[in-house]
């Protein structure tokens, strides 16, 4: 079974960067979808970048133009480039990986998760 874990962790102030790993360890499919998940204090968790089992890269609207996903494919391993941060991009930042449908890789049902990691953005 697949392991997923985050590192990463990090306070910074408003306009700062932060970069996120997420590696891996068991079974994750070439054709996997690998997404980024986040969790703000008293919201659901949502969907913020992933790349999908084509290799294509997926943002919500929150992050566009400030995060980039990026994989490496041969290692498995998921990374999250988070610049211009802002006081709400605070929250716990979860990763997962399981196959998908390309228009559902930041909405599908996803399973295994990894322990997350925690980013502090203050204003």
């Known amino acids: 079974e697949a392991h997923l874990e985050e590192s990463g962790v990090g306070s910074v102030q408003a306009g700062g960067s932060l970069k996120l790993t997420c590696t891996t360890s068991g079974f994750i499919g070439d054709s996997y979808c690998m997404v980024w998940f986040r969790q703000r204090p008293g919201k659901e968790r949502e969907g913020v970048a992933g790349v999908g089992g084509n290799g294509r890269a997926h943002y919500s609207d929150a992050v566009k133009d400030r995060f980039t996903v990026s994989k490496d494919s041969a290692k498995k391993i998921l990374y999250l480039q988070m610049n211009d941060l802002k006081p709400e991009d605070t929250a716990m930042y979860y990763c997962?990986?399981?196959?998908?449908?390309?228009?559902?890789?930041?909405?599908?049902?996803?399973?295994?998760w990894g322990r997350g990691t925690q980013v502090t953005v203050s204003s």
């Open positions: 997962t990986a399981d196959w998908c449908w390309p228009d559902q890789v930041l909405t599908a049902d996803y399973k295994r």
